[in-house]
Nanobody
Framework: QVQLVESGGGLVQPGGSLRLSCAAS????????MQWYRQYPGKRRELVAT???????NYADSVKGRFTISRDNAKNTVYLQMNSLKPEDTAVYYC?????????WGQGTQVTVSS
């Protein structure tokens, strides 16, 4: 079992930056693949970024060059550094951990980009 707690969301002006954190409890964090999703009101969650247990990363086209996913296995934490934020990045951001057939979600953190 893995429990995930996101933090770092908030209100930021267009062009600004935020860093989201997702802290995991439980053992064996390093073997999990980690992802960040976001969800707009009334829409399905969409994949934003992935970092595997072997540190391979992938990004949605809409965030390439602006967002960076990373992980610190010693701290059981995955991060999402978000730069050059746009109003269309406004959403609830969720952390997801998966391994084979097991998957775990965090509770989400709101990011609002507005002047």
């Amino acid at each position: 079992q893995v429990q995930l707690v996101e933090s770092g969301g908030g209100l930021v002006q267009p062009g600004g930056s935020l860093r989201l954190s997702c802290a995991a409890s439980g053992s064996s964090f390093s073997i999990y693949n980690m992802q960040w999703y976001r969800q707009y009101p009334g829409k399905r969650r969409e994949l934003v970024a992935t970092i595997t247990s072997t540190l391979t990363t992938n990004y949605a086209d809409s965030v390439k060059g602006r967002f960076t996913i990373s992980r610190d296995n010693a701290k059981n934490t995955v991060y999402l550094q978000m730069n050059s934020l746009k109003p269309e990045d406004t959403a609830v951001y969720y952390c997801f951990a998966y391994l084979e057939m097991r998957g775990y979600w965090g509770q989400g953190t709101q990011v609002t980009v507005s002047s």
